[in-house]
């Protein structure tokens, strides 16, 4: 049960990610038939705009988001508990050592991130170390080292960036379409009055400049709640123990909010820091109680 639901989960977030890249070439595709009359043109735009971004994100995408958490580093003498079940779920995830930050907060939560399994960082909340036992953090902490073993934390990188890159092309189309009306076979084609270039011109602009971004952004929400049920599977396979980790998150989802999380790393955490009261297709992660059904089951 266990290894199949990792391998159905590892499936799922490969045809999001493909998915993904289909909506990035659709919206290039269309940038380049709208500004240079070229759809092959945009497609390289799009794709050259991604490597771009992503190399410069990845340079050090952990120093980053842990500044943007308030998160400080610490050693093993600092926190020798926390240092050690970190080191072991490591050991038994086969994945080097990561860095160790603790966020000041009283709410529990914990996220990893980094480029690779050898520039990962993870941090927890003080409200994690208040609240949890060790059993439960280690269900916490396995779940989050199986991102780390999964390269989820690369995962998530390349899909924001080409979430950004969609939104930038999108938006910089608008703008031009606004200020110059269309591409220069457009502006030909209507001396010649061809209403149904125009027809396929209407449809083309709605689906790939408007809903575009947002279809892009529920697949992006979908890669992470795919993302939180293979980790949630992977910290019983490194732990052995589904009932750390059932504990865990159901301390963890009746607890009070953070009070202070970037919006743009709320995905990372192992439950969304910004409690709501009703679920809906823009959560960042599955509902807790789905969570804990299918750690039951295992």
Known sequence: MLFEQI????????????IFVLILALVGAAVGYFVADSMIAGIIIAVIGTGIYLAIVLHDPAQLVMSMNNAEEIQEQDNPE??????????????PMPRVYIIDDASPNAFATGRDPEHASVAVTR???????????????GHELSHVRNYDILVSTIAIAMLT???????????????????RRDRDDDDNDNK???IIKIVLFVITI???PLAATLINLA?????????DAGSVELTRNPHGLISALKKIENSQPMENVSSSSR????????????SSLFDTHPPTSERIKRLEQM
């Open 7 to 18: 391998s159905r989960n590892k499936r799922r977030t490969a045809l999001i990610l493909t």
């Open 82 to 95: 926390l240092w050690h079940i970190v080191e072991d779920m490591a050991m038994v995830a086969r994945v």
């Open 127 to 141: 409200g994690l170390l208040e609240m949890m036992n060790r059993e439960e953090l280690e269900g916490v902490l």
């Open 165 to 183: 890159v969609i939104t930038l092309l999108t938006d910089f189309t608008s703008r031009y379409l606004f200020w110059f009306g269309g591409s």
């Open 196 to 198: 149904n270039l125009e």
């Open 210 to 212: 408007l809903l575009a």
């Open 223 to 231: 890669l992470s709640r795919n993302r939180e049920y293979l980790a």
């Open 267 to 278: 995905a990372l955490y192992i439950e969304d820091p910004v409690k709501k009261e009703h």
